[in-house]
């Protein structure tokens, strides 16, 4: 069965930084785009940044230049390495990963990770 699993999370201080990693597997599968979303409590799950097989990439505003999304597409991992974090950025991070499977037979649908908590205190 494929699945994502996320690590990285934790508690850093404002100003610190994290690195947080989405690994895929399982049996047979391709990948297409890759990202990662965050939701806060009482708030909607919301794009943080995407990166697509090739490499072009896409960010929230709220995390431009601070924030930089990357793969390896031979790892089957993306990561999102996170700097001059800031008390809003408080939250659960989701990558997500469109992905063919064997159990799909090919067909293309949005698998998501568990979740990891990011918690930055001021």
């Known amino acids: 069965q494929v699945q994502l699993v996320e690590s990285g999370g934790g508690l850093v201080q404002a100003g610190g930084s994290l690195r947080l990693s989405c690994a895929a597997s399982g049996r047979s599968f391709s990948i297409n785009a890759m990202g990662w979303y965050r939701q806060a409590p009482g708030k909607q799950r919301e794009l943080v940044a995407t990166i697509t097989t090739g490499g072009s990439t896409n960010y929230a505003d709220s995390v431009k230049g601070r924030f930089t999304i990357s793969r390896d597409n031979a790892k089957n991992t993306v990561y999102l390495q996170m700097n001059s974090l800031k008390p809003e950025d408080t939250a659960v991070y989701y990558c997500?990963?469109?992905?063919?499977?064997?159990?799909?037979?090919?067909?293309?649908?949005?698998?998501w990770g568990q979740g990891t908590q990011v918690t930055v205190s001021s």
């Open positions: 997500n990963a469109d992905m063919g499977t064997a159990q799909t037979r090919g067909v293309v649908i949005r698998y």
